[in-house]
């Protein structure tokens, strides 16, 4: 057992079954948490809900404290609050908007082909550039039930107008791996979210595929304060390590660079257990 990552989280993981190939099952997920010390995580699908996989898990595992939740993609009918509440009702405890069916998600990926169809793709913002009436329902039923939202990949004008929303119902938001070029914040406008109430993700995704460097993780997190920060994989592709063994090279690159074990506590331990109990 590795004590870089003894009581950790990762609340950021892909598993199988999903409708992609996967590193591992949520049974293979949860005896690794076991078997490393690790204490808990959120187990997430582009395209299904968690929340059920999720209540069995701690069902079988009661030692893990495993969560999971909705992503708001087009199986789930999009900003679809109904479908909100009853992932609730299920025990779900993440609301992620839409990821990899985000209009502004899809640009970035298309913007070298100008001729790509993206009507279907999903935005939460009208036409004036105000938050949708769903999306602002989406929150009502955060609220009432506890749930934390999440960005997914909608870009930061979105991710910022759900925030500013989100403080007036005192929903804690999370934006999704901030770090990442396809959705990315600025430094500015994570200071910004984290003055309302909001916590900020960084994933080891970005910085192993080298999207971000290890020293740009770093000057985010003094920026904003690991206080603010929770720390994830957003593992779980095939040819990524396992989430764990993720966690723990994120956990010594850290510490390279200049982070002490304290801060990593607190950005891998506190926050993400306060998140999610």
């Known amino acids: 057992m590795d004590e870089l990552i003894k009581g950790i989280y990762d609340l950021h993981v892909h598993t199988a079954p999903d409708v992609v190939p996967r590193k591992c099952t949520d049974l293979e997920l949860a005896q690794r948490m076991c078997d490393c010390g690790m204490k808990g995580g959120a187990i997430k699908c582009h395209f299904g809900d ?9 069902q079988q595992f009661p030692q893990l404290e495993i969560v999971g939740g909705i992503v708001l993609n087009r199986y789930a009918g999009g900003i679809n609050p109904y479908a909100v509440e009853r992932a609730a009702q299920m025990g779900g405890k993440f609301v992620w908007f839409p990821t990899l069916e985000a209009l502004s998600y899809q640009k970035f990926h298309h913007q070298n082909d100008p001729e790509a169809d993206l009507s279907g793709f999903l935005s939460i913002l009208d036409e004036k550039g105000n938050l949708l009436p769903a999306a602002i329902d989406v929150l009502d039923i955060a609220a009432q039930y506890h749930m934390v939202v999440a960005t997914g990949h ?44 909001a916590m900020v993700e960084h994933s080891y995704f970005t910085t192993y595929y080298d999207r971000t460097p290890i020293e740009e993780i770093v000057r985010q997190i003094y920026a904003v304060g690991c206080e603010n920060i929770i720390l994830s994989t957003d593992f779980g592709q095939p040819k990524s390590p396992y989430f764990d063994e993720g966690m723990e090279q994120y956990a010594r690159l850290l510490l390279q660079a200049g982070l002490n074990q304290k801060k990593l506590f607190q950005m891998m331990v506190e926050n993400p257990r306060r998140l999610i109990l």
């Open 154 to 197: 909608i870009g930061a004008p979105e991710g910022m107008a759900l925030v500013r929303e989100a403080v007036t119902k005192k929903v804690q938001m999370v934006l999704t791996h901030a770090d990442n070029p396809a959705d990315q914040y600025t430094v500015e406008e994570q200071c910004e979210a984290v003055r309302m109430g």
């Open 50 to 58: 968690t929340s059920a996989r999720a209540a069995l898990l701690r």
